[in-house]
């Protein structure tokens, strides 16, 4: 009871304390609470998420470091919230850096891949409707893409990335999604996939794009690879 009657205060402080030690020890001492009182904390988890961005460095480390205690632990549920994580790996520290990576590392052997492969399209659309710098966003789709290595999970993803085509008429999220199609390590079941009238329907009237192209130009050159191996 007294925690749930003091957690709105406490996140308070936390979000308007001006100095950045008062910051990071909240954030550590919120972590602690966030296993003990996962119930009351979850709806007040993106307040954490937010000091990811803090314009203090310590802070920022502190706060990736609770929530990948949490997260590696099983302690927390991580959703939409994990592109926050992957824009660690942008962060003008390091160390921060390092740590995102590690995290991401070890994030991909829960469930056997199946949870970072079933947040990856919704991480794709929220880095992609954010207007990140295109070089970021790029550096940080090659890291994370990279981490799928299922050829299941690869082959489902087309159907998934080509299903968000048609949920934007924003051309730079049209570009965002052919780089991330191009980062895949295709199949010969993903290509025919990738072939299929719906899903080419979706991007068949985006080719006119020039960085579009280049992208599904990569693909080719992946798919004709495929074909000689197979001779």
């Not at 079941?189 to 719906?198: F, N, P, Y």
Request: glycine residues 4%.
């Amino acid at each position: 009871d007294y925690c749930e009657q003091n957690l709105q205060l406490l996140f308070s402080i936390m979000v308007a304390a001006p100095e950045p030690v008062v910051r990071s020890n909240i954030v550590v001492a919120l972590g602690d609470m966030a296993f003990r009182w996962t119930n009351l904390t979850e709806p007040w988890m993106a307040h954490i998420y937010s000091l990811l961005r803090d314009h203090s460095t310590e802070v920022r480390h502190n706060t990736l470091t609770v929530l990948t205690h949490l997260v590696l632990n099983d302690m927390i549920k991580v959703r939409g919230q994990v592109s926050e994580m992957a824009l660690c790996l942008e962060d003008a520290d390091e160390r921060i850096q390092d740590m995102a990576r590690l995290f991401f590392s070890e994030f991909k052997l829960k469930q056997q891949g199946m949870l970072l492969y079933n947040l990856l399209p919704d991480m794709v659309g929220r880095l992609s409707a954010a207007q990140l710098d295109e070089g970021k966003f790029r550096r940080i789709i090659r890291v994370v893409f990279g981490l799928v290595d299922k050829v299941k999970q690869t082959d489902a993803l087309v159907d998934k990335l080509c299903q968000r085509f048609r949920a934007t008429d924003d051309s730079r999220q049209w570009r965002d999604i052919a780089f991330c199609l191009a980062q895949l390590a295709f199949s010969e079941r993903g290509v025919r996939k990738l072939l299929e009238e719906a899903n080419f329907k979706a991007f068949a009237g985006k080719l006119g794009d020039e960085d579009i192209a280049a992208s599904f130009a990569a693909i080719v050159a992946k798919a004709k690879k495929l074909a000689a191996r197979s001779d």
